[in-house]
């Protein structure tokens, strides 16, 4: 995978998903193989999943929904380039969930409420519906397309909605980056 240079920080932003401060890390993303060696965006495991659980947290609140803390998962994945590389300098990617209470009667509300954030906060929408014919009924896939992370909400059940975020590649701080 071919990576976009940019720089990696938290920052506190204005009226997150739920009109209260989030955490937004500025990622870089897959451009050209010509970037294939550019920096990669700098975060610690610790701080992007406490940087992960802030922003499905923020999801739940915009839905409407009670997050169930016990059903946090981080999963961590060694990022493989676009040709199948495997660098052995510590990148990784994380996939973060989190399952949330929310009525069957309340869920398109609060899935489209999440998407409509999401919109305000200049995200790309990759997917949407709400549907009673569909399994998952209610579900929103979007793309923040600068940061280049993915945040998705969709109905499990009659009571549950599951919250995702997934990172770019990254690299944890004062490692030397491996070049290909």
Known sequence: MTLRSSVTRLVIRRASLALVPVLVLLLGGCVSDEAKNDPLPRMSKQKAEEWAEHWTSSMARTAGAEPVGSTRQANFSHCLGKGGESAKDGRFTLRYNLRAKLPGDRQAA???????????????????????????????????????????????????????????????????????
């Open 110 to 180: 609060g899935i489209r409420a999440i998407k409509d954030e999401l919109q305000k906060q200049g995200f790309e929408i990759q997917g949407y519906r709400s549907d009673p014919a569909k399994n998952p009924v209610n579900l929103v896939d979007a793309r923040q397309p600068e940061q280049r992370f993915a945040v998705s909400a969709e109905d499990l059940d009659d009571q549950l909605i599951v919250l995702v975020v997934s990172t770019p590649c990254l690299l944890p701080p004062g490692v030397e980056q491996q070049e290909f």
